[in-house]
């Protein structure tokens, strides 16, 4: 109940408050008047009162549905999802460095924490995303779905910007970075968290991408730790930065 509601105690108060305001200036003798569906009243009482009758736009219906959608997410165990919190997604746009003109891709979108904002930014963000549940929450959003499994999709390099947070398990955000930088067109730019692993450990794929992220001079940097705490995750995390060079 709004709070300005809250000193209403009986039904005849509520009715005066659920008064129409009505219109007889077309009417004749026998005329009835004819409600306008506006409070006849004009308090903040009557006007909750009122906002309460109307019941919620389909917009509205919309964002709570979305919304629901979200928090049942915070119960579920869908590998490798972790939201990108607001703080970490706002140093990566900076990184980004977005105009209206670019074509964006976000190819692991899991809700839209990434890819809402960026929607902001810019007239177009493709996004991809394996999971049905996440889908849907994507689709409710309004975002544009080009793929399920972004790993499987063949390579056209259209993209200008791509801002990312690829799943970490087993290694698989070499992957993913290294085939999201195939989208990109020349003078594109690449921006994604990872996990700090590829970076110090010795096996035959950290190397080989230590390695493949230096000749493009790449940029790391460091995130705090407990940075996806509330994601659910206190792994560590990086952010990465890499260019496309463009042709000669």
């Known amino acids: 109940v709004p709070e300005v509601l809250k000193g209403i105690r009986s039904k005849k108060a509520v009715y005066e408050l659920v008064g129409e305001k009505m219109d007889s200036s077309h009417c004749g003798y ?13 308090t903040p009482e009557a006007l909750a009162v009122w906002e ?24 579920s165990k869908i590998p490798g999802f972790f939201p990108t919190p607001d703080l970490i ?15 964006c891709l976000e190819p692991q979108a899991g809700s839209g924490a990434i890819a809402d904002r960026i929607k902001g930014i810019c ?3 493709d996004c991809c995303e394996i999971s049905s549940s ?45 085939k999201a930088f195939d989208f ?6 690449l921006v994604s968290v990872m996990s700090p692993a590829p970076f110090y450990r010795s096996d035959k794929k950290s190397t080989a991408f230590k390695n493949w992220f230096e000749d493009l ?3 790391k940097i460091e995130l705090p730790a407990g940075s996806f705490k509330e994601s659910g995750t206190g792994v560590s995390t990086v952010i990465i930065v890499i260019d496309k060079r463009g042709e000669d």
């Open 52 to 75: 309460l009758i109307k019941g919620k736009s389909e917009e509205e219906k919309r964002t709570d549905k979305i919304r629901k959608m979200e928090e049942k997410l915070l119960f």
């Open 134 to 178: 996440l889908r849907e929450i994507l689709q409710l959003k309004g975002h544009i779905l080009i793929a399920d499994d972004f790993i499987e999709e063949a390579i056209d390099p259209i993209y200008d910007r791509i801002v990312m947070n690829p799943p970490f398990e087993n290694l698989q955000e070499i992957d993913h970075v290294k």
């Open 30 to 42: 026998y005329d009835t008047p004819i409600g306008t569906g506006q409070p006849s009243i004009n």
């Open 123 to 125: 007239k177009s963000v």
């Open 89 to 103: 997604v706002d140093r990566m746009l900076e990184l980004a460095d977005i105009n209206p003109d670019h074509k």
């Open 217 to 219: 001079d790449g940029q």
């Open 184 to 189: 990109l067109v020349p003078g594109g730019r």
